[in-house]
């Protein structure tokens, strides 16, 4: 991946094993995405790291500190207790 590093601009970092929604968050993902980060910023490259799977207002904070700077979110939003747009403040002041 180093090698076309500065040929991306985005890469998609799956949390859960694709296929079906609703599925527990991978933590150890985070390595690899704190790992994606450091060589995104070893390498000048302004990278999109995008994280798809598992992200609620519980996780969203471990997936921004590990580098993440999109996150992707179905169920943590659309099934969060307070409804979509408390989902969403929920998770971007996880971020803060």
Same mark, same amino acid.
């Given at each position: 991946?180093?090698?076309? /590093? !500065?040929? %991306?601009? #985005?890469?998609?970092? *799956?949390?859960?094993?694709? $296929?079906?929604?609703?599925?527990?968050?991978?933590?150890?993902? /985070? !390595?690899? %995405?704190? #790992?994606?980060?450091? *060589?995104?910023?070893?390498? $000048?490259?302004?990278?999109?790291?995008?994280?798809?799977?598992?992200?609620?207002?519980?996780?969203?904070?471990?997936?921004?500190?590990?580098?993440?700077?999109?996150?992707?979110?179905?169920?943590?939003?659309?099934?969060?207790?307070?409804?979509?747009?408390?989902?969403?403040?929920?998770?971007?002041?996880?971020?803060?």
């Amino acid at each position: 991946l180093q090698s076309v /590093l !500065p040929l %991306i601009d #985005r890469v998609l970092v *799956m949390t859960v094993e694709p $296929g079906f929604g609703g599925q527990s968050f991978m933590p150890e993902m /985070l !390595p690899k %995405i704190a #790992r994606l980060a450091d *060589m995104a910023h070893a390498a $000048g490259t302004e990278l999109e790291i995008a994280v798809d799977g598992g992200i609620k207002d519980d996780t969203a904070g471990d997936v921004i500190d590990a580098g993440a700077t999109t996150l992707i979110s179905g169920t943590g939003v659309f099934n969060y207790a307070g409804g979509m747009k408390a989902g969403i403040e929920a998770m971007r002041s996880a971020g803060s």
